[in-house]
């Protein structure tokens, strides 16, 4: 499945859940005014899930939602460790948006010692030494790394090295991964950047 198709799924997945009675049907016209994308590119990224339509009906909501759940890897929930406990990591530990999304966070770890013990929306903060134990015991292989950058590819490393095969990186360093450990970076500054761009070139 194209890299741009596996990026659309959970947008459709999200819009499908908002609009409520998954009972009836949707159009790909409907899901792409939602989504905001073509409606071709919409019935195209469906086609690979085996999911076609019915012409002039569209779409059953509710069997598209569990196909997009299924190739999403969605059907069972995924433990995720969370690395790194300071302002970001502690406020992704209290989202309460990764359990309904098929998310469970196992576990919080951190390599400052004063924070060590400290309650979390329900989890004590960890010490590093505990990580690859409890990754191994709670069949972990996810991990969101939300470390200072000068910490994040050292981390990062002994994730892997426990046994970590998806990462989700909030620290603002691009890391070194192996060609087969999935890592998406995510850095605010940047977006924000990326932002200031549109917003100078809409006053020129």
Known sequence: MPKATVERLPLYLQCLQAMGDVESTVSSEELANTAGVN?????KDLSY???HGVR??????????TQLRRALGLIEKWSVVIVGVGNLGSALAKYRGFDASGFNVVGLYDADPAKLGHPVDGHYVKSMDDLELDIKEHDVSMAILTTPAAAAQSVADL???????SILNFAPSLLKVPDEINCRQVDLATELQILSYYQAAGRA
């Open 56 to 65: 002039g009906v569209g779409y059953n909501r509710l069997e598209l939602c």
């Open 39 to 43: 409606s071709a590119n919409v019935r």
């Open 159 to 165: 994730l892997i090295e426990a046994g970590i095969r």
């Open 49 to 51: 899930l085996g999911s």
